[in-house]
C-alpha cells in the first residue's frame, strides 16, 4: 500500500511540475511562437532529465493494473464457480426430490 501512496504523490508531483511549466511558458508575456519554442524546449529538457524516472513510473503504473486485472479476473473466477456450484447443488436436490416421489 505505501508503494501504491508513494506512486501516487511522484506522479502528482510530477503533474503539478509539468502543470506549472506549462502555465509559466503560457502566461509569459512573449508572442506565441516563441512561447510555443520555449515551451518545446522545456518539455524536452524535462524529458531528458526524468526518462528514467518516467519509464520507471510507467512501469511500476503498468504492474499495478496487471496485478489488479489478475485479482478481478481471479475473483471473477471464483464467483463463476461458486454460482455453478449453487446451480448444480440445486439440480442435485431436486433430483432427490423427485426421486423421493417415484417410490
Keep these: 500500500m505505501c508503494k501504491n501512496k508513494s506512486l501516487a504523490f511522484g506522479l502528482g508531483l510530477l503533474a503539478g511540475v509539468v502543470g506549472g511549466i506549462v ?3 503560457l502566461y509569459a508575456p512573449k508572442p506565441g511562437e516563441e512561447s510555443r519554442q520555449k515551451l518545446k524546449e522545456a518539455a524536452c529538457e524535462f524529458y531528458e532529465k526524468n526518462a528514467p524516472s ?3 513510473a510507467k512501469k511500476q503504473a503498468l504492474e499495478s493494473v496487471d496485478l ?3 485479482k478481478l479476473e481471479r475473483q471473477f473466477r471464483k464467483f463463476n464457480n461458486m454460482l455453478k456450484s449453487q ?3 440445486k439440480a ?3 433430483e432427490s426430490a423427485d426421486n423421493d416421489f417415484e417410490y
Design 23 to 25: 502555465a509559466g511558458v
Design 92 to 94: 442435485k436436490e431436486l
Design 68 to 70: 489488479a486485472k489478475y
Design 87 to 89: 446451480k448444480l447443488q
Design 54 to 56: 518516467i519509464q520507471e
